[in-house]
């Protein structure tokens, strides 16, 4: 079982910049892939990044360039940093886990608030 506990939301300013933060529970992180999603009001959940148990990565073609994810296990931690933030990016974030073997993620956060103002 792993439980995830995302932090960084808030609002900022087109242009601006974000850094999400998740938080995992659990002695194996190492062992899980990671991703962050984000859904927009009446849009589908739609996967923004996905890194690797290996710290690969690989970002939805609009955040190419603009955001980047990245983890550190000794923290049991995963990173978004996003820049050059656009109002489409509003969204709620969710920070999500799988086991490396699995191929869909049944462990999520609860969501974090991003609003950015144009």
């Known amino acids: 079982q792993v439980q995830l506990v995302e932090s960084g939301g808030g609002l900022v300013q087109a242009g601006g910049s974000l850094r999400l933060s998740c938080a995992a529970s659990?002695?194996?992180?190492?062992?899980?892939?990671m991703a962050w999603f984000r859904q927009a009001p009446g849009n589908q959940r739609e996967l923004v990044a996905a890194?690797?148990?290996?710290?690969?990565?690989n970002y939805a073609d609009s955040v190419k360039g603009r955001f980047t994810g990245s983890r550190d296990n000794a923290k049991n931690s995963v990173y978004l940093q996003m820049n050059n933030l656009k109002p489409e990016d509003t969204a709620v974030y969710y920070c999500?886990?799988?086991?490396?073997?699995?191929?869909?993620?049944?462990?999520w956060g609860q969501g974090i608030q991003v609003t950015v103002s144009s």
């Open positions: 659990g002695r194996t992180f190492s062992s899980y892939a």
């Open positions: 890194i690797t148990s290996g710290g690969s990565t």
């Open positions: 999500a886990a799988r086991y490396w073997s699995q191929s869909q993620y049944p462990y």
